[in-house]
């Protein structure tokens, strides 16, 4: 699937497992590390989200107008500090390509941008289905069967004034290490 990903515009990033205090009013279900070398590394992530839009956000300040990024990485969850590999996609901004005769600006990216990405991957038997998320402003479960593997949306307002966006950003994030997504070997 990273082929693909990269065929179709996207970057792989690698973003450190351990994330900043300053998202701690966001998530919710981070583990505090007991010695943390500094105010950037003080939370083993739950999700892949915060080092995708930091990365969102300074791509911005180098001057970025469209940015597709995926994140291949582990993930940990509350209590037990449990190890998941997931994938994170996330793109904001325009369109890359040329205008045509009947447009006069680029078109943003939106969701079916993303679902198009999330389809590109290949998972055998994938469905959607509308979800509340916190984070979102609307969010999409992303299922095989009777098994969630994962959501996707539109950020909502406070993650698109932290990553400093103008535009809708749109993420989502997936279990590779689920049984169901394994089967499609994703």
């Known amino acids: ?84 590999r997931r994938l994170g996609l996330l793109l904001c901004g325009d369109i890359d390509g040329v205008q045509d005769w009947r447009q006069t600006t680029n078109r943003k990216l939106d969701l079916f941008d993303l679902k198009g990405a999330i389809e590109l991957i290949g998972i055998p038997n994938l469905s959607y289905r509308r979800i509340h998320h916190s984070d979102f402003s609307a969010a999409i479960a992303l299922q095989v069967g009777d098994t969630d593997i994962g959501f996707a949306g539109q950020l909502n307002s406070g993650w698109k004034a932290e990553a400093s966006a103008k535009d809708p950003i749109y993420f989502a994030e997936l279990d590779v290490d689920a049984p169901v997504t394994r089967e499609g070997q994703l």
């Not at 065929?7 to 009013?25: D, K, M, N, Q, V």
């Not at 969102?56 to 190890?83: I, K, M």
């Open 1 to 84: 699937f990273r082929e693909k990903l990269v065929a179709t515009g996207f970057y792989e990033i690698r973003t450190s497992t351990l994330i900043p205090r300053r998202y701690f009013e966001f998530m919710e279900g981070m583990t505090e590390v007991r010695n943390p070398r500094d105010e950037w590394h003080v939370f083993l992530r739950p999700g892949l989200m915060p080092g995708l839009l930091r990365a969102l956000e300074l791509s911005f300040r180098h001057g970025e107008h469209a940015v597709r990024l995926f994140e291949l990485g582990n993930t940990f969850t509350v209590p037990d500090c449990a190890q998941m």
